[in-house]
């Protein structure tokens, strides 16, 4: 098979280490087995390295992830996440099955849309003194949805017994739930699957304690 230079060239995922969005894409290079550069962008640092006009250009939202790959850039992770499946061998991170595919997606989107942007760096700074009960509200009002689901749908993992894009998404959640002192035990069926995956080398490895840009007092 004739490999391009460009398919040749690791991918470079420019990102933060607690990031949960960059978090998500670091595990899905770590399942697929991919190696790749990182480029750390500090989102505290310097009023904010994602705001700067030279980042702008890699990401126009001026979030964090922006990813290099096979001579193009992409930003938002999910769309980054199925790129690298369709691209790179490994194990599938969606299923083939349509109904699967769908509730993948589904759990994906919820932790996506409806929890993670809520409670992100960029909103919390707006919110000011109030952060960490908004932070609390709209984690906990997305697990009351999201523990429903997953019980009809998990099996080891989110939906059924294969690892997905689902999975990916709800490690970093917990996490950021964890941080926010969210009482993730009300949740026994996200607890349980947290658990489990956390196990996981992939999980291990892209773990925001060992980064590249993990600052020394949170390093594993």
């Known amino acids: 098979m004739h490999m391009t230079v460009v398919s040749l060239t690791k991918p470079v995922l420019h990102g933060y280490f607690r990031s949960s969005c960059s978090w998500r ?21 310097d009023g904010g390295q994602q705001l700067t006009e030279q980042y702008k250009t890699l990401n126009p939202m001026q979030q964090v992830p922006a990813v290099e790959i ?16 369709e691209t790179r061998p490994g194990p599938r991170l ?6 699967a595919r769908a509730q993948v997606r589904i759990i994906s989107d919820l ?26 509200h709209f984690i906990t009002r997305g697990f009351q949805a999201l523990e429903p689901i997953l019980k009809q749908t998990s ?11 689902a999975d990916i998404c709800l490690v970093p959640q917990v ?33 925001p304690s060992c980064q ?9």
């Open 25 to 45: 894409v670091r595990i899905a290079f770590a399942l697929k087995g991919t190696e790749y550069d990182q480029v750390p962008v500090n989102l505290i640092k």
């Open 70 to 85: 096979d001579g193009i850039t992409l930003s938002q992770s999910l769309a980054v996440i199925q790129y690298i499946d």
């Open 94 to 99: 969606l299923p083939a099955d349509p109904k």
């Open 111 to 136: 932790i996506a849309s409806g929890i993670q942007p809520l409670q992100n760096l960029y909103v919390l700074q707006k919110i000011g003194a109030e952060k960490v009960q908004w932070a609390q």
């Open 155 to 165: 099996g080891k993992y989110c939906v059924g017994d294969e690892i997905s894009m």
């Open 175 to 207: 996490y950021n739930a964890e941080r926010f002192k969210v009482d993730v035990g009300q949740y026994p069926t996200i607890k349980r699957l947290n658990e489990t995956l956390r196990e996981i080398e992939a999980f291990k490895v892209s773990h």
């Open 212 to 220: 590249p840009d993990t600052p020394e007092d949170l390093r594993a």
